[in-house]
């Protein structure tokens, strides 16, 4: 296993090299967020620990150009910015997880293994629909190469549409797909999220069917592979 | 403006009570003319026969010689004992009393000899009469006498209170003009500054972000000084906050460098520093948070839409919380606008939610509604253990920990208390239909 350190305190790289050694992984240093961006595009890492004040290039800036070129590599934020509103930015940019300093050495630890774990996951086909991808694995999806910003409810009723194209689905049906047992069945809750989910994937995406239920069609032009 | 009617009131007054003095006096001195002239004729057609006796003067006036008429006259001569004696009369009086003496009685009139003394006094007939009486030396007599002619001033009593009533209607009318024109003054000259108040509250509110309206030359200078101190505000608060931000971030590195260093190295040493340096992390946290809060709520003119900011804190949230398989169900409607900064909602209803997602099993529900026109609230509940009562007044308390061995303490919450409290909103503990913890939190609004 891989391990790209991207930090730009020299004390700070040391500890967390020798720590990630001594765990048994392989460990890259980079010090700035130039150099940083060459190693993670040309290197094939398992995870990247990233500090977010970076000389150079700022880590989310970083961030955001790497998934940008299509590196899926799981990345931990380890930054002393502790605001929510830089937490948001950062899991937007496309971060996986985020810790703050001063940390543990542990538990910087063990959410790498549990990262490491989840990137290792099964892999599932992904789905389309037009410009629409969703990845089961990464569950992730984007609209024509767009990463989409979903929260689990709406990604679960993006992914439970799309695995039924073919078809009008029912009020019921998407209520009791969306919930666990003992979440209220309010069949209204659907037509919020629906809302929303057209709000992000733009509004011809979902057709309704009146008083029949939903149903997920590709835009007019746009081929719809199985 | 009230000041200005007053005045104008109290003008209108004293003008109104000398005017009507003025004439009354005018009238009662054009009348005592016409009395005068009368005791002149009189004096003048008196006769004294050669015994002495008084020889009525015939005057041309007819009113003297109709009954009760209002015109009368006399002639009398002082008794010794100070009264005087009627020698004759004119026709009008005929058999009513005779014309009364002045008040300073026969002796005023010996003191002023050839002055006329002008008196009221009660008539025939209910009559009010203004007498003149003047005491003079005939020729060939030796006793002076006196004449005295009387008029009823009635008439003049009526015309005086008819101009006070024209007067006082004029002068209400005239008042009534020139509160109108000071208040039409008022209105229109402080037009302007009323738009500017109504803009500068909008700004206070959050519903404008400088003042936008078009002031006369007068004021448009003072607009741009609150433009301008506005923006001033808003970049102190802003530096203010990077100031603070940097110093977090200065701190926090070489503490994390402590913290793991000693704690790779055994002995008492590094468990010293070790457990320093905890608390000065905690200190650290603790102090620079609140130096943030101070500088909220000082910014003017902010205001931020309620549910993109928890859609990215649930967004966020499920990321962090993904190894518990975390599930949030927010609702908040989409003209739902918290008034002040973004990143403050999300500091605020982030510790909350993060608090939820640390004790909950699975699931947290967030919804935001609005409760008045200037505040909203928002409800977040998980359904973790919950708390009993007594130890949610704990919770808010700063660094208090419920659990030493559950993640995280209860500092987040008490973050959470000042923020709001800056904002003059509220934190409440409560339980929550999904049998968890609820936090309700109360913040203010901006309504359009």
């Known amino acids: ?226 | 403006m009230l000041l200005a009617g007053l005045w104008s009131l109290a003008v209108l007054v004293i003008a109104g009570v000398a005017l009507t003095l003025y004439f009354s006096r005018a009238a009662e001195a054009r009348f005592d003319r016409g009395l005068a002239e009368q005791i002149d004729n009189l004096s003048a057609g008196v006769g004294v026969d050669v015994d002495g006796a008084i020889i009525a003067p015939s005057l041309a006036d007819t009113r003297t010689l109709r009954g009760f008429s209002g015109k009368y006259w006399s002639i009398a001569e002082p008794t010794r004992e100070g009264r005087l004696r009627e020698i004759v009369r004119s026709v009008s009086l005929v058999d009513a009393a005779p014309l009364p003496p002045p008040p300073g009685g026969v002796r005023a009139l010996a003191l002023h000899p050839g002055v006329t003394q002008f008196y009221s006094a009660e008539g025939p007939d209910n009559q009010r009469l203004r007498v003149g009486a003047l005491q003079v030396r005939l020729p060939r007599r030796v006793d002076p006498v006196v004449l005295l002619a009387a008029e009823d001033s009635g008439p003049l009593s009526v015309d005086t209170r008819r101009f006070a009533i024209v007067t006082v209607i004029t002068l209400v009318a005239l008042g009534a003009g020139l509160m109108l024109a000071v208040l039409l003054q008022v209105r229109l000259g402080l037009q302007p500054l009323f738009a500017l108040r109504r803009e500068v509250a909008a700004v206070r509110r959050g519903k404008a972000e400088r003042l936008e309206g078009d002031y006369p030359v007068e004021l448009s200078p003072l607009a741009g000084e609150l433009n301008a101190l506005v923006a001033h505000n808003q970049e102190v608060v802003e530096r203010q906050r990077t100031h603070v931000g940097n110093l977090a971030h200065a701190l926090k590195t070489p503490l994390s460098v402590m913290l793991t260093e000693a704690g790779q190295q055994p002995g008492k040493l590094s468990e010293v520093v070790t457990r320093q340096a905890e608390v000065m992390r905690g200190q650290v946290d603790h102090h620079l948070r609140r130096a943030r809060a101070a500088a909220r709520a000082q910014s003017l003119g902010e205001r931020t839409a309620v549910a993109p900011v928890l859609d990215e804190l649930a967004r966020t949230l499920e990321k962090i919380f993904r190894n518990k398989g975390v599930v949030i169900d927010w609702r908040a409607p989409d003209d739902l606008y918290f008034q002040g900064e973004k990143q403050d909602l999300l500091e605020i209803v982030g510790n909350v939610m993060e608090n939820a997602g640390k004790w909950c099993t699975g699931r947290i529900r967030v919804v935001a509604t609005p409760i008045s026109e200037e505040r909203l609230q928002i409800v977040v509940e998980d359904d973790g253990p919950g708390i009993s009562p007594d130890q949610r007044g704990e919770m808010l308390r700063r660094g208090a920990r419920l659990d030493e061995n559950a993640p995280g303490s209860g500092l987040g919450l008490s973050i959470v208390d000042d923020l709001a409290r800056a904002y003059g909103g509220s934190v409440s503990l409560g339980e929550a239909s999904l049998r968890g913890l609820s936090v309700n939190l109360e913040l203010p609004r901006v309504s359009d």
Not at chain 1, 100 to 107: A, D, I, V, Y
Not at chain 1, 109 to 115: E, I, K, P, S, T
């Open chain 1, 1 to 226: 296993m891989r391990i790209l350190v991207v930090e730009d305190d020299a004390d700070i790289a040391r500890q967390l090299k020798l720590a990630l050694a001594d765990a048994g992984y392989a460990v890259d240093h980079a010090p700035d967020g130039e150099e940083a961006q060459f190693l993670g595009d040309t290197e094939p890492y398992d995870a990247i620990v990233l500090d977010l004040g970076l000389p150079k290039i700022d880590g989310v800036s970083v961030l955001e150009r790497w998934r940008r070129d299509g590196i899926t590599t799981p990345v931990l934020i380890l930054t002393a910015r502790d605001a929510w509103s830089q937490k948001v930015a950062g899991f937007d940019a496309g971060a996986d997880d985020y810790l703050t300093k001063p940390f543990h050495t542990e538990e910087l630890l063990a959410r790498l293994r549990a990262l490491l774990r989840r990137s290792a996951g099964h892999a599932s086909p992904n789905l389309t629909c037009g410009g629409l991808r969703l990845d089961p694995r990464a569950a992730r999806a984007s609209v024509n190469g767009e990463p989409l910003r979903l929260t689990s409810l709406e990604y679960r009723l993006l992914h439970y549409l799309m695995m039924h194209q073919a078809r009008v689905i029912s009020r019921t049906e998407l209520v009791e797909h969306l919930y666990d047992q003992d979440f209220d069945r309010d069949s209204n809750t659907v037509e919020v999220f629906i809302g929303r989910l057209r709000k992000k994937i733009g509004p011809d995406r979902i057709e309704t069917a009146r008083g029949l239920g939903y149903r997920i069609v590709p835009l007019e032009g746009e081929t719809s592979e199985p």
